[in-house]
């Protein structure tokens, strides 16, 4: 056995020799077979060669959820490059700190993400199919021309492990970009897992960003294990359920919010989803009650997933091997350690809140120039171990169990009081009229901060704040006692599902609170 056969990248190329016109990758109506795939990577990975790009340089991907953009991903990386899929949800402003920090040498981009770019990225752009009416650049190029450009034949670059695979940007809206580094090493690794449960007759229905974490582990996942890749270009629930329907699907990443509109689709029940084997959840949390909706009307098993993109902390609650556990996010994965500490460092004896951290094989190499960010990020364990901190307050129960409480940010401290988001945000959900909830701190000036809840009703459903509150307070300890509540038709969310507490911290409704 070779060390190709232990890479995504081996993987592939060995599929695409052993099952040419297998289906690989499907987005709308076009199909991509396995030779497709592995000939556009290699060709792709030439013509960043021949365009001069050397290895360890960058290649900024923003061009949505389309087949150019997976292309253009491997074929950075089989070049020896690094893979820098930006978020096209940001504004002009912020994607050009991310430009400005990772210093792309080429930038492949559809039509909006060339028209944002223009006079802010100086590298080359290799424009998708589809975004030739603007104006290019002289150094532009179409894709299909630049990939024209490369022989099929070549094999991927020679790299180290631990040489950098892709840098994944965890926020760009505030303060300094972070860019996440995974090596080859990690990323081959997680690919490798047996996490996803995927074999070379699965199908993997993805309908989250392509420059997101949460998609691009199943996506690298079923391209290591063979299994077909259907991607939808922007989420709907109707379309999702009838696409998963007509292709069969077996495998699913979402996040909560698309969990809870598909099981709200007033033709959920109509669709034939029966050959669903593992659906997983990720990047927020998920209320007990949506966990239970799951297990009782969609086929397969249920598994949520709570970790860092960063890497070091996994952790897997497999719901319907463990239903009086709903509650919590589950037990560490294999190979994972995990720990709780307090506010001084210290770690915590099981049942006690604090900040959840954790080590595993497979961990980031660091933030991409910023050494100030890699050192705020550890913790060490008396015998000098390195730990990644989550920024998550959590707690273990006697059986091994993980509850989280909620950001270590989001604390609220009431009178000296320390008051947990999650825990109130758990009761609002178990009122059967709510769908999701948020909990904030709001100024007092007898408290210094005092709970504020925010509730979104299920459809058709009229909730009225002031009994809602009620309702809570008296299921609520004496200090966790909310101070108000609104009623909102959504909650500000981030384009994977998080919620935006930022953005909730200066709502108006606040203002009242004394």
């Not at 409480?405 to 009229?433: C, M, T, W």
């Amino acid at each position: 056995m070779t060390d190709t056969d232990h890479t995504i990248l081996g993987r592939l190329f060995a599929r695409a020799a052993a099952m040419p016109d297998g289906l690989a990758l499907t987005a709308g109506e076009r199909r991509s077979t396995w030779r497709d795939l592995a000939t556009g990577t290699a060709q792709f990975a030439d013509s960043v060669r021949r365009a001069g790009i050397g290895q360890g340089e960058r290649i900024g991907i923003l061009a949505g959820n389309r087949p150019e953009a997976v292309v253009a991903y491997l074929g950075g990386i089989a070049a020896g490059c690094v893979a820098v899929p930006l978020p096209s949800s940001l504004r002009r402003a912020d994607l050009a700190r991310l430009i400005e920090d990772c210093a792309p040498a080429l930038l492949v981009a559809d039509e909006a993400g060339a028209e944002a770019m223009a006079g802010v990225c100086a590298a080359p752009v290799v424009r998708v199919d589809d975004a030739g009416a603007g104006e290019r650049g002289p150094g532009d190029v179409g894709f299909d021309d630049f990939v024209g450009r490369g022989e099929a034949g070549t094999p991927p670059a020679a790299v180290a492990p631990e040489a950098a695979f892709n840098i994944i940007y965890s926020s760009g809206t505030t303060g300094r970009p972070k860019g996440i580094v995974h090596s080859h090493r990690m990323r081959n690794g997680q690919a490798g897992r047996g996490v996803f449960a995927i074999g070379p007759d699965s199908v993997m229905l993805l309908a989250t960003p392509l420059y997101s974490n949460t998609t691009l582990m199943p996506l690298l996942a079923s391209l290591f294990h063979g299994a077909q890749v259907v991607l939808m270009q922007k989420f709907d629930a109707g379309r999702y359920l009838a696409l998963a329907e007509d292709v069969r699907a077996t495998h699913t990443m979402l996040v909560p919010v698309q969990y809870q509109r598909l099981l709200a689709h007033p033709r959920f029940a109509d669709h034939d989803l029966s050959a669903f084997a593992v659906k997983q959840c990720t990047s927020a949390p998920m209320a007990v009650g949506l966990k239970r909706d799951i297990l009782a009307r969609w086929p397969g098993r249920f598994v949520e997933v709570y970790g860092l993109t960063e890497g070091g902390v996994t952790v897997i609650l497999d719901a319907a091997r463990h239903p009086d556990k709903l509650h919590t996010v589950g037990r560490p994965a294999p190979g994972n350690e995990i720990r709780v500490i307090d506010q001084d460092g210290h770690e915590v004896a099981a049942g006690a809140t604090g900040e959840v951290v954790g080590r595993s094989p497979l961990m980031m190499t660091g933030y991409w120039r910023r050494p100030d960010a890699d050192a705020a990020l550890e913790w060490r364990a008396p015998d000098g171990t390195a730990f990644f901190r989550s920024g998550d307050l959590g707690a273990f129960d006697p059986d091994g169990f993980l509850t989280l409480q909620g950001r270590k940010k989001d604390l609220i401290i009431s009178g000296g009081f320390n008051i947990y988001p999650g825990d109130l945000e758990a009761v609002l959900l178990e009122h059967p009229d709510v769908a999701e909830a948020a909990v904030v701190a709001a100024e007092s000036r007898e408290w210094g901060e005092t709970p504020f809840g925010f509730v979104v009703p299920h459809a058709g459903r009229q909730i009225d704040a002031a009994a809602l509150r009620e309702w809570a307070n008296a299921r609520l300890g004496r200090m966790q006692r909310l101070a108000g509540l609104a009623i909102r038709a959504h909650l500000p969310r981030s384009s994977i599902g998080k919620v935006l507490k930022s953005e909730l911290t200066t709502d108006p409704a606040l203002r009242d609170v004394r």
